[in-house]
Nanobody
Framework: QVQLVESGGGLVQIGGSLRLSCAAS????????MGWFRRAPGKEREFVAA????????YYADSVKGRFTISRDKSKNTEFLEMDVLRPEDTAVYFC?????????????????????WGQGTQVTVSS
């Protein structure tokens, strides 16, 4: 069973930066898209960003646009989320997700149900 392994979370001050990584455990794993979602305390999990694996097209939630950058390294089956100018409201558990069925083409990159693999989550805390 393929696993998505996240790393890079932690504690950072307001205005600081963090870089999250997510790697598929099997080299042969093929994604159509990978994404990031987050769940803040007391809230539902929400879309953050996604990247189409073939052409690198990117998609962002309005709340992170201009501050977060998603990218991928196809040779390492790894995606990244560079988070800059962090705010307290960015505090959440961040989950990476992968679609290896092509569902994102039909149902969109923003829906949780478009993804069939999920990481275990990594905590990001932005302190004041």
């Amino acid at each position: 069973q393929v696993q998505l392994v996240e790393s890079g979370g932690g504690l950072v001050q307001i205005g600081g930066s963090l870089r999250l990584s997510c790697a598929a455990s099997e080299y042969t794993f093929t994604s159509y898209a990978m994404g990031w979602f987050r769940r803040a305390p007391g809230k539902e999990r929400e879309f953050v960003a996604a990247i189409a694996w073939a052409d690198g097209s990117t998609y962002y939630a309005d709340s992170v646009k201009g501050r977060f950058t998603i990218s991928r390294d196809k040779s390492k089956n790894t995606e990244f989320l560079e988070m800059d100018v962090l705010r307290p409201e960015d505090t959440a558990v961040y989950f990476c997700a992968a679609d290896n069925r092509g569902t994102t083409f039909y149902t969109g990159y923003y829906r949780e149900t478009s993804y069939n693999y999920w990481g275990q989550g990594t905590q990001v805390t932005v302190s004041s």
